[in-house]
C-alpha cells in the first residue's frame, strides 16, 4: 500500500484520409437515397487526430443521424494532429459546399469556422467555446455554429477534491499542449481549483505525442499523482502515460470515461459517444427541421459519473477504499 492514501498504511496532407472502415462514398450533393426519395445529405466530418474519445463521439454523432431517418454520405477526415491539414480539410469541405460540418474537437471548429460562414457547423469535444472564440455567448452562438462540449461544469472540481480527500499526496503533474486552446483553459480551470483544495500543480508541455512520455517520466519524484485533461495531443498517447504511472506507482487521473478504460485509475465524467449522439440531435434540427445553429445554444454534457479502473489500481498499487464502492461505477 502506499503511503499517500489517506487513512492507508505506508507502503502531409496525405495523411487526412478516410477513417478505416468507414467505406463510405461522398456522393453529389442532393442525390436521393436508394429507393426512398429522400434527399441525402454530404456531411464533412473533420477530426484533429484519432484517439477512442473522438472516434466515439462520431459514432454518436452519426448514430443520431440514423436515428432520426436522416440519409447521408461522410466524408471522415482526419488532421494527424497537424494545424496546416487540419484548415486545408475545413476548406475543403467548403469548397465542396458540404450541407453540414461535423466540427470533432476545438481546433477542428476553429478551422470550420475560418472557412466558411455559410455552411452549417456543429462540434463536439469543445471544453469552452467562448474563450476559444468560436461563440461570444453561448446560449446565443450567433453565425452558423453551434454544438455541445466536453466539460461537465463539476468534472474538475469533484476530481480535484477526490485528489484532496482521499490521497495524502499535495503534488499533481498536468501534461498538456499548451497550443491547445482546450487545454489552456482548462488548465487555468485546474489550477484555481488546486490552490483551493490544498494541492499544488506541476505542469509540463508538450508539442506533439511522440513527447508525452518523456514528458511523464520527468514527473516521477516530482508528482504524487498526475491528472491528464482532455488535451487531445495527450490523451492520443495516452499508453505512455499509462506505462511510467504503472511503473513508478503514481496514480493517474484522467478527464474522461474512455481514458479510465484505456488505463487511467479515475475519473468524474460521462461518456464521448452521449456528446456526439446530443451534437447529432442538433445537426438533425438544422437539416431536417431548419433551425439555424446560431439560434441553438451550445450544450454542456448532462451526465456525469465516477469511474475507477480496478486493474489501474492494482497497477498503480492503489487499495480500493469501501466507500469508493458506493459512489463509483467500477470498469477492469
Not at 32 to 40: F, Q, V
Request: aromatic share 6%; charged share 25%.
Amino acid at each position: 500500500m502506499k503511503k499517500w492514501i489517506k487513512g492507508m498504511t505506508a507502503a502531409g496532407i496525405a495523411s487526412t484520409l478516410l477513417l478505416a472502415g468507414c467505406g463510405e462514398e461522398s456522393k453529389e450533393k442532393g442525390q436521393e437515397a436508394s429507393g426512398k426519395g429522400e434527399e441525402k445529405y454530404q456531411i464533412g466530418v473533420t477530426q484533429i487526430v484519432e484517439h477512442p474519445s473522438l472516434d466515439n463521439a462520431y459514432k454518436g454523432f452519426k448514430k443520431a443521424l440514423e436515428d432520426a431517418g436522416i440519409e447521408a454520405d461522410y466524408d471522415v477526415q482526419i488532421a494527424q494532429g497537424d494545424q496546416n491539414n487540419n484548415q486545408t480539410i475545413a476548406n475543403n469541405f467548403a469548397g465542396d459546399k458540404v450541407d453540414l460540418i461535423f466540427a470533432n474537437s476545438t481546433p477542428s471548429a476553429t478551422g470550420a469556422l475560418n472557412a466558411t460562414k455559410d455552411i452549417p457547423i456543429v462540434f463536439t469535444s469543445v471544453t469552452d467555446a467562448k474563450a476559444a472564440g468560436l461563440v461570444k455567448d453561448p446560449e446565443k452562438p450567433g453565425g452558423n455554429l453551434t454544438g455541445t462540449t466536453d466539460l461537465h461544469p463539476e468534472a474538475i472540481p469533484k476530481t480535484i477534491e477526490f485528489m484532496a480527500k482521499e490521497f495524502e499526496g499535495k503534488r499533481v503533474g498536468v501534461i498538456y499542449n499548451a497550443g491547445e486552446q482546450n487545454s489552456v483553459a482548462q488548465v487555468d480551470e485546474v489550477k484555481k481549483v488546486m490552490e483551493k483544495n490544498g494541492l499544488k500543480m506541476v505542469p509540463v508541455t508538450v508539442s506533439a505525442s511522440s513527447e508525452v512520455k518523456q514528458a511523464t517520466e520527468s514527473l516521477a519524484g516530482k508528482a504524487d499523482m498526475i491528472y491528464i485533461i482532455t488535451d487531445n495531443t495527450v490523451v492520443s498517447a495516452l499508453e505512455s502515460v499509462v506505462q511510467v504511472a504503472n511503473q513508478k506507482d503514481i496514480p493517474l487521473f484522467v478527464g474522461e470515461l474512455d481514458s479510465v478504460k484505456r488505463g487511467g485509475f479515475a475519473a468524474f465524467g460521462f461518456e464521448y459517444y452521449d456528446i456526439g449522439y446530443e451534437a447529432g440531435q442538433m445537426a438533425v434540427k438544422i437539416l431536417k427541421d431548419g433551425e439555424k445553429p446560431g439560434d441553438m445554444a451550445v450544450q454542456p454534457p448532462q451526465n456525469l459519473k465516477l469511474l475507477i479502473n480496478e486493474n489501474a489500481a492494482k497497477e498503480m498499487n492503489i487499495p480500493i477504499k469501501d466507500e469508493w464502492k458506493k459512489e463509483a461505477e467500477f470498469v477492469k
